[in-house]
């Protein structure tokens, strides 16, 4: 059964993961630099990256719903801090700053640390694994279009 608890947990784990949405950022910037061939429309980002969340989200719940926060091993916890500030810190400087190479280093440090999530998410609930699978992939392609963009820019 669902409780309000239960809603509040799973609210815990999927907010964070938007907030860098509410910074102003000029995201107009991506259409000024010169895009590889196999960069996808705009709006796909919206759409990958909000369904991406919802699953690390998904697989966070269950982790702290399995196991308590408190119980939960502190590895995960810094492998999961770490990939957050990797990830987050991707629209402040690609964005924001407008500096390629950091983004690049966001995306692969995003894509090194989604790595280890998994492997630490494995270890605690297998099950929990398979909401990262997108998350793999899309950083993984994140971090193949950051650098590819950093390329043709420099």
Known sequence: MITIKKILIFLICLIPWFLTALIPVDYSFYDTIT??????PNIFYAIAWSITYICIAISIYKVV????WNNIPNEYKRTL?????????????????????????SCLGTFVSTL?????????????TKYLNPY?????FAAILSLTIYILNT
């Open 116 to 128: 280890y999530l998994y492997e630490e998410t494995n270890q605690l609930d297998k099950k929990s």
């Open 35 to 40: 895009l590889p061939f196999f960069a996808p």
């Open 136 to 140: 793999v992939l899309l950083s993984l």
């Open 81 to 105: 801090l770490i990939n957050y500030l990797f990830n987050q810190s991707f629209t402040i400087v690609f964005f924001l700053l407008k500096n390629l190479f950091l983004g690049f280093v």
């Open 65 to 68: 719903i399995n196991y308590k």
